[in-house]
């Protein structure tokens, strides 16, 4: 795997400077010539869902089909789009949201699949926090103001009935740095994964709701890229999806190789709740993409919920950002299985 080691990223230009330090490998590029076999990938810190979301790697399906790619560690969406637009990573894993907003802006993006479109988000809050109503007046963890923790966090006070303008938003960093603002008191509720659930009974810490409760329809990943990447690195897009996809799958039939790979990229004990606990909810809550589908319903939804929130004034068009053509190729590679996403039903 290799990192990306960004003191902060305040503009979006071609001349972005990333450092990377590579583990292994070679240091192409992303925009480099070539056969565009090589293809980099961007993803968020991994979390309890590694098992899931590393498995691709950690097996090497991507050299069964054709590519190779090199994983890059980013720490958030306010790393990660930057990054996708300046060329340093062909393709990330993250939240249709932001996507959407870069399209508005005249990105060139397409969504081209998914690996885990349920949404994992809770709403942490001291015990004192009788239910999500209590969140009025309150001071919630979130990252950026438009990144995931904050826009999911605020539609869920907005099913709720809980205006969120009357709870103070503050930037309290990665996932578990805001769970552990709640715990230390610097706050009085956070936005996070549901990794931390298993803790929060024993840090006097309570799970007011969950996302997928909530608000069904609000996704939580897609994989986005570039135009540019699919015109010359198309192939490559395609084994890319068929490797995570066949990584999903092997994952989720083999619970003791994924939960010990959670385990070691945590750096926690194999048997550890936090592992064991949230492989569980994903195996049998339906968040997996087990066909890299696409969740155009629910980034249709995002597009709404970001008028209602006033981030936009329109809705973002969802159609002419989506290209199938590389899930369906890729699938066609592995074979169609039945699907398991909750959004399905909804």
Not at 310 to 323: F, N, S, W, Y
């Amino acid at each position: 795997m290799i990192r990306l080691r960004l003191a902060a990223v305040v503009a979006v230009t071609a001349s972005l400077a990333l450092g990377v330090t590579a583990c292994g490998g070679d240091d192409t590029a992303a925009g480099d010539g070539g056969d565009g076999a090589t293809i980099t990938y961007g993803i968020y810190e991994p979390g309890a869902d590694s098992g899931y979301l590393l498995m691709g790697q950690e097996k090497d399906f991507f050299a069964k089909h054709g590519v190779k790619v090199e994983v890059v560690q980013l720490k958030s969406a306010a790393q990660a789009f930057p990054a996708l637009l300046a060329k340093q990573v062909d393709v990330i894993q993250g939240n249709p949201s932001e996507a959407l907003l870069a399209a508005q802006k005249g990105a060139k993006l397409k969504f081209v699949g998914s690996t885990m479109p349920g949404q994992n988000y809770a709403i942490y809050g001291k015990s004192d926090l009788a239910s999500m109503s209590a969140l009025s007046g309150a001071t919630l963890a979130i990252s950026t103001p438009t990144g995931l923790p904050a826009v999911v966090a605020k539609a869920m006070m907005l099913q709720s009935s809980v205006d969120p303008s009357s709870v103070k938003l503050v930037n309290s960093g990665g996932s578990s740095d805001r769970y552990k603002a709640v715990v230390s008191g610097q706050v009085q509720a956070a936005s996070a994964p549901l990794d931390y659930t298993a803790q929060a009974a024993k840090d006097g810490v309570k799970v007011l709701a969950r996302a997928k409760d909530v608000v069904p329809d609000f996704p939580r990943y897609a994989l986005i890229t570039r135009d540019d990447v699919l015109q010359s690195k198309g192939d490559a897009v395609t084994g890319l999806i068929a490797g995570l996809v066949e990584g999903i799958r092997y994952a989720d039939g083999h619970p003791d190789e994924a939960q010990a790979l959670a385990a070691k990229t945590l750096k926690v004990a194999a048997d550890d709740p936090m592992i064991s606990d949230t492989y569980k909810e994903f195996h049998d809550g339906g968040y997996l993409a087990m066909n890299g589908e696409i969740p155009v319903k629910q980034i249709n939804y995002l597009a709404d919920l970001q008028v209602k929130l006033g981030i936009t004034k329109t809705a973002i068009p969802v159609d002419p950002l989506v290209d199938d053509s590389y899930r369906q190729k890729a699938v066609g590679e592995l074979g169609q299985v039945p699907s398991n996403y909750y959004g399905d039903s909804q």
